[in-house]
């Protein structure tokens, strides 16, 4: 492999992370389970609830958490192994030039999402202030947000989301409570089913839902890098593994179906969710929202910065700073949230979670693959002068398993289920691919360029 060029930054955005850049697994433990706290879990699983019934979402919950779990655990064992960003690790399964479209769509998507979780704390920061406006309160979020993540992931973001896990945990518990001894306890909440009962396939169709979500394999990736190779096991079973996601889909859900049930919110989304705790709190259910919403707003800015720097760098030439970089992301932030397009983000979320299921697929192809490790020795090449622009095998298997997944998307009845389509497709077509791979597609014997 060609030397890297070093970097001064402690991202290590350009190159693999060395030995010394590595944390201690506590450290990487807190800072990553920044992103079990997002109210959007909650959400999800209320309304699971309210469509497939409480069973339902509850089964494909828990067949979430254990897929989430093992998928995670083989994509951070390769990411501890070879200290690669989901940027650089995107070169060799598409090409130097290829490998922007997966850099681009990784930023976007953790932009949208800290522009929904921001907004949510606008939201709840207007209501309770009861004078700021949103345009005021926008602003601050982002000017936080942007704030947090520039002590980067080893000298800051492990602390901050370390002491504010437990005001999540006892938090959300209390907030429960207080629904009960205002409400009632809800006796019938593990039965509910929608009007005219419960479909049978409700458990699968809640999990092919949550692969809406995958995109958390690509934060996964960018995150494992910094764990110590000693820590592998640790790491893959617990930090990244079935436990975290028991706290991020298991708790959460249960959470938000049990306060769905005693709240009165009537229309159900992040915003009527955060208000009626606000509502049953005060000033407790504001302090609740913005320890929640900050924790997984520092993963969304951070990840946005790093991949926007990546992109940029890429497309133009240009490297910018980290704080330059963090500032354009908190400027299109609070650009998005005042622009109030939030059903346009919907949509494009959509489309781009069929991207992201087909990288997934692709990506995991790739690790498994010993067809890869017999006919390529598993050489990890980084050096674009010996990477094609390119790569025809994981390209055609990406966007093949793209279109797939998006025309599934657009028939009724089985809509439902692209996301698995997209992931079988991705898998199968890239595998298969290389088998008659040419050498080339992955390694040049020179840039002629």
């Not at 479209?101 to 920061?125: H, N, Q």
């Not at 692709?362 to 390529?376: E, G, K, M």
Request: proline share 4%; glycine share 10%.
């Amino acid at each position: 492999m060609a030397t890297q060029p070093q970097s001064t930054d402690l991202d290590f955005s350009e190159r693999p992370v060395p030995d010394e850049g590595r944390m201690p697994r506590a450290n990487l433990m807190m800072a990553w389970w920044a992103v079990c706290s997002a109210i959007f879990y909650m959400v999800v699983a209320a309304a699971m609830a309210r469509s497939y019934g409480t069973t339902n979402a509850l089964i494909g919950i828990v067949l979430t958490m254990i897929a989430y779990g093992v998928i995670n655990g083989v994509i951070s064992r390769f990411a501890m192994k070879t200290g690669l960003t989901v940027a650089l690790f995107s070169k060799i399964l598409f090409g130097h030039v290829g490998a922007m479209v997966a850099t681009l769509i990784f930023f976007a998507t953790a932009l949208y999402y800290a522009v929904f979780e921001g907004y949510v704390m606008a939201l709840v920061l207007t209501e309770w202030s009861g004078n700021l406006p949103m345009s005021v309160t926008t602003a601050i979020v982002a000017i936080l947000g942007v704030a947090l993540i520039f002590g980067s992931v080893q000298h800051w973001l492990d602390k901050f989301n370390g002491a504010l896990l437990p005001v999540y945990v006892i938090g959300m518990l209390i907030a429960v409570g207080m629904a009960i001894a205002e409400f009632g306890y809800p006796s019938d909440w593990l039965s509910r089913v929608p009007e005219g009962g419960a479909s049978p396939w409700g458990w699968l169709q809640t999990f092919a839902y949550y692969m809406g979500v995958w995109v958390l394999m690509m934060f996964t990736f960018d995150y494992a890098r910094f764990g110590k190779q000693k820590d592998t096991t640790f790491h893959a079973k617990i930090t990244f593994g079935i436990p975290f996601y028991a706290m991020t889909f298991l708790f959460s859900g249960i959470v938000g179906i049990l306060l769905d049930s005693m709240i009165p919110i009537g229309g159900l989304s992040e915003a009527s969710v955060v208000l009626g705790l606000l509502e049953l709190m005060g000033l407790g259910g504001l302090l609740l929202v913005w320890v929640t919403q900050s924790r997984i707003n520092t993963a969304n800015y951070y990840l946005a910065t790093v991949n926007f720097e990546a992109f940029v760098r890429k497309v133009t030439g240009v490297k910018l700073t980290k704080v330059v970089a963090g500032c354009l992301i908190g400027l299109m932030s609070y650009v998005l949230m005042m622009a109030d397009v939030f059903s346009y983000i919907l949509q494009a979320l959509a489309y781009q979670g069929v991207f992201v299921v087909a990288w997934v697929g692709v990506a995991l192809a790739h690790i498994l693959s010993r067809t890869y490790r017999q006919r390529f020795n598993g050489h990890v090449e980084l050096d674009n002068a010996y990477i094609p622009a390119y790569n025809p095998c994981g390209l055609t298997a990406w966007f093949l398993a793209t279109v797939v997944g998006m025309v599934i998307m657009h028939l009724p009845g089985i809509s439902g289920f692209s996301a698995p389509a997209t992931f079988l497709m991705a898998y199968v077509v890239y595998e298969l691919g290389l088998k008659r791979a040419n050498p080339d597609w992955y390694m040049a014997s020179v840039n002629k360029s």
